[in-house]
T-cell receptor, first 112, second 112 residues
Framework: ETGVTQSPTHLIKTRGQQVTLRCSSQSGHNTVSWYQQALGQGPQFIFQ???????GRGNFPPRFSGLQFPNYSSELNVNALELDDSALYLC???????????FGSGTQLSVL | SQQGEEDPQALSIQEGENATMNCSYK?????LQWYRQNSGRGLVHLIL?????REKHSGRLRVTLDTSKKSSSLLITASRAADTASYFCATEDTGGYQKVTFGTGTKLQVIP
């Protein structure tokens, strides 16, 4: 059973650019949730995908968008990057809306 | 926004002592979960307690839930240096989908 993997691990972008972060779910999991974690804070819910459909969204602007693919892997896209977007982005998968989340190691995004 | 607030924000104890962390939340929940995070990377699921349960054990962990007070506690017994990490409570709301909302975290340091 493979775990949740995220790529890249680190990324540096400049303000105004666009970024795509990738996540491979744990084997057998069909639900993916994305979180943003600022330094010293708890993770903030961005959105969730279940069977390729967005299933819920947190308080993030539309420039944060996502996709889930037939193999249940997922992408997080952020357009028009702002300095405050600098954070650790975490992907978590779960099975059939089961309750426990399995997290990847995250992508550390720095916006300069 | 953060659903839960952990207390204390930081805790430093000697190896072998017990560590207690508390969590308060605001809305009705389906379940409450505790996660551990080492060095700002991915979170690891520790334990889940459902809203109709009052206490749950897993190894050296004991979790209690008081839905009337909207609070939970995590007790780690006989702590080890390897328990040094940040601990987060997370709640699944009773809304329509599996939105898991995290608290602000307790930073635990176990001194050898």
């Amino acid at each position: 059973e493979t775990g949740v993997t995220q790529s890249p691990t680190h990324l540096i972008k400049t303000r105004g650019q666009q970024v795509t972060l990738r996540c491979s779910s744990q084997s057998g999991h069909n639900t993916v949730s994305w979180y943003q974690q600022a330094l010293g804070q708890g993770p903030q819910f961005i959105f969730q995908y279940y069977r390729e459909e967005e299933n819920g969204r947190g308080n993030f602007p539309p420039r944060f968008s996502g996709l889930q693919f037939p193999n249940y892997s997922s992408e997080l896209n952020v357009n028009a990057l702002e300095l405050d977007d600098s954070a650790l982005y975490l992907c978590a998968s779960s099975q059939n809306l089961d309750k426990s989340l399995f997290f990847g190691s995250g992508t550390q995004l720095s916006v300069l | 926004s953060q659903q839960g607030e952990e207390d204390p924000q930081a805790l430093s104890i000697q190896e072998g002592e017990n560590a207690t962390m508390n969590c308060s939340y605001k809305t009705s929940i389906n379940n409450l979960q505790w996660y551990r995070q080492n060095s700002g990377r991915g979170l690891v699921h520790l334990i889940l307690i459902r809203s109709n349960e009052r206490e749950k054990h897993s190894g050296r962990l004991r979790v209690t839930l008081d839905t009337s007070k909207k609070s939970s506690s995590l007790l780690i017994t006989a702590s080890r240096a390897a328990d040094t990490a940040s601990y987060f409570c997370a709640t699944e709301d009773t809304g329509g989908y599996q939105k898991v909302t995290f608290g602000t975290g307790t930073k635990l340091q176990v001194i050898p």
